[in-house]
């Protein structure tokens, strides 16, 4: 059984860090893409970032691109997400997901789910 377990989140204040970890279990994902996405109340999922299986490709919305940071740790079947400068409209539910390529996954095409993780981000 696939499972994916996000960690890391919580309440930060606006211009501080927070790194959130997914680590995927059930198989092994050294050939998938891998990402995170974000849900803020009321809102629809939006693509966050993405990497390809090597880690040598990267992927970011244009709202999280030069103060975001995807990436992955093959060994521990791990993706990593390193938030820097946070805002206050960061705040949202952070889940993490696996694709077949990154540019599939900011299109949305994800073959896997996890629970999120909460971030809030206070002014």
């Known amino acids: 059984q696939v499972q994916l377990v996000e960690s890391g989140g919580g309440l930060v204040q606006a211009g501080g860090s927070v790194r959130l970890s997914c680590t995927a279990s059930?198989?092994?994902?050294?050939?998938?893409?891998m990402g995170w996405f974000r849900q803020a109340p009321g809102k629809e999922r939006e693509f966050v970032a993405a990497i390809n299986w090597s880690g040598g490709i990267t992927y970011y919305a244009s709202s999280t691109k030069g103060r975001f940071t995807i990436s992955r740790d093959n060994a521990k079947n791990t993706v990593y997400l390193q938030m820097n400068s946070l805002k206050p409209e960061d705040t949202a539910v952070y889940l993490c997901?696996?694709?077949?390529?990154?540019?599939?996954?900011?299109?949305?095409?994800?073959?896997?789910w996890g629970q999120g993780t909460q971030v809030t981000v206070s002014s």
């Open positions: 997901a696996t694709g077949p390529t990154g540019a599939t996954m900011k299109m949305g095409t994800c073959d896997y």
């Open positions: 059930g198989r092994t994902f050294r050939r998938d893409a």
